[in-house]
């Protein structure tokens, strides 16, 4: 859309959930099917007391990072050496719609993810709910591209910490130099997502998430 980012998401914005029968009446009419209590409500953007596609807006960041970053750390002392690599992106927000957990029982069966469970809809919750009522009918209501389902989709990533100590002098005949190391890669990630189990470069539980992985070893010099 002109005069926005390349990617920037045009949803509708959530502002809760319908409460009961009498709510929905007083409420301008959603074009998105039938609505009942427990379902997402969106707000009339143009006044027209009709809420359909015409009242979606820039809303979050590009889904592409505004930028990326990464550095290194690295400090001796004594012979020790201590080495960090960290990466990651900001300025960007994701769709947990794209994770299959976030609709569940009509998307093939899956069952909810666990923070889906926990703060669906109902009318003991009512504003408490961090999520709409559960179904196992297609919704075509809440499962729209809206501001409920938006994230921070930027991350801190440690990708790899290496600690290490050379002995200089040794006394093994015809090695001048011995150094011990250990490492490890991708041991830790900062992002919102962790909270869904989901890795923020993939932002879905079907494919396979990075290894974090422990080596150690020995470097010699003859």
């Excluded at 920037?8 to 809760?16: D, H, N, R, S």
């Excluded at 029982?105 to 909810?112: A, E, Q, S, Y």
Aim: net charge neutral; hydrophobic share 30%; with cysteine.
């Amino acid at each position: 859309l002109k005069g926005n980012p390349i990617d920037q998401p045009m949803v509708l914005e959530a502002i809760g959930f319908f409460r009961d029968e009498q709510d929905i009446l007083n409420s301008p009419l959603q074009m998105f099917g039938t609505v009942m209590p427990g379902d997402v409500k969106y707000k009339d953007q143009n006044g027209d007391n009709v809420v359909d596609d015409n009242d979606r807006k820039a809303f979050g960041n590009p889904t592409y990072p505004r930028f990326y970053y990464g550095f290194d750390l690295g400090a001796d002392y004594k012979g020790f050496d201590l080495t960090i690599f960290v990466q990651g992106v900001g300025g960007r927000t994701v769709s947990l719609l794209s994770s299959g957990f976030m609709t569940p029982f009509v998307n093939g069966g899956v069952k909810p993810h666990p923070e889906l469970a926990a703060g669906y809809w109902t009318p003991e919750r009512g504003d408490d709910a961090r999520f709409p009522r559960l179904t196992t009918e297609s919704n075509n209501n809440n499962y729209r591209a809206s501001t409920l389902w938006q994230v921070d989709g930027s991350y801190v990533r440690i990708k790899n910490i290496e600690l290490g100590y050379t002995f200089k002098e040794t006394s093994i005949r015809g090695i001048s130099g011995l150094r011990l190391y250990v490492n490890v890669v991708n041991p830790y990630t900062y992002s919102r997502l962790s909270q869904y189990n989901l890795d923020p470069e993939t932002n879905s539980p079907f494919k396979y998430p990075l290894m974090k992985s422990a080596n150690c070893g020995l470097t010699l010099q003859f």
